[in-house]
Nanobody
Framework: VQLQASGGGQVPAGGSLRLSCKVS????????MGWRRQGSGEERELVAS???????NYADSVKGRFSILKDDDNNSIYLQMNNLTLEDTAVYYC?????????????WGQGTQVTVSS
């Protein structure tokens, strides 16, 4: 499984960005896809995820502002980020997860920087 993320950049507080992630390889094995982020000096954290049956899950900090979308025709997921705040500044990683034999296997795309300025 390979993931190619794009769409990061710099935006003023209150602005919007849309991240994209194209997935290739054995996508039929994927159970969950999503986005995680890592701020400077912080641990990587879940932002949003979506299951194979299109059930979304969001971190409390982004609920009501971010939306995760899955496009099965194009093997892609997107993260629409609205009303961005300084605290959203981080490197965002596209993530795919495969669950088998009681364990998760994670696949990662390259990070894309999101910088929110005041």
């Amino acid at each position: 499984v390979q993931l190619q993320a794009s769409g990061g950049g710099q935006v003023p507080a209150g602005g919007s960005l849309r991240l994209s992630c194209k997935v290739s390889g054995d996508i039929s094995s994927i159970n969950v896809m999503g986005w995680r982020r890592q701020g400077s000096g912080e641990e990587r954290e879940l932002v949003a995820s979506i299951s194979s049956v299109d059930k979304p899950n969001y971190a409390d900090s982004v609920k009501g502002r971010f939306s995760i979308l899955k496009d099965d025709d194009n093997n892609s997921i997107y993260l629409q980020m609205n009303n961005l705040t300084l605290e959203d500044t981080a490197v965002y990683y596209c993530n795919a997860r495969h669950y088998v034999a009681g364990a998760w296997t994670d696949y990662w795309g390259q990070g894309t920087q999101v910088t929110v300025s005041s």
